[in-house]
């Protein structure tokens, strides 16, 4: 069975930029952090920096430890969940 995505809001992205980029928020409660995000298509995971989910109020060292694999080496991350 084929599966369909919908989408309530189109963007358009410079093609001759790297990557693409949308504009994205986070939100936790009252709390929201808004900015430009890349997209990874063929990712299972969403990244973003320690600074958003300080902000967002998470304890990040509290979160699951978890090495990324990235065609250029890799990086270290904290998985939150809250």
């Known amino acids: 069975m084929a ?3 919908v989408f ?3 963007y ?3 093609t001759r930029e790297s990557g693409i980029t949308v504009p994205a928020a986070l939100a936790v409660g009252d709390k ?3 900015f430009q995000a890349k ?4 990712s299972s995971l969403c990244v973003f920096p320690r600074q ?3 902000e967002l109020g998470f304890d990040i060292e509290s979160g699951e430890y ?3 694999g990235a065609v250029t080496g890799g990086f270290d991350a904290q998985r939150i969940r809250k």
């Open 3 to 5: 599966e369909t995505l």
């Open 8 to 10: 309530s809001k189109l």
């Open 12 to 14: 358009f992205y410079d």
């Open 32 to 34: 929201t952090i808004e």
């Open 39 to 42: 997209v990874d298509p063929g």
């Open 52 to 54: 958003y989910g300080e």
């Open 66 to 68: 978890q090495r990324i």
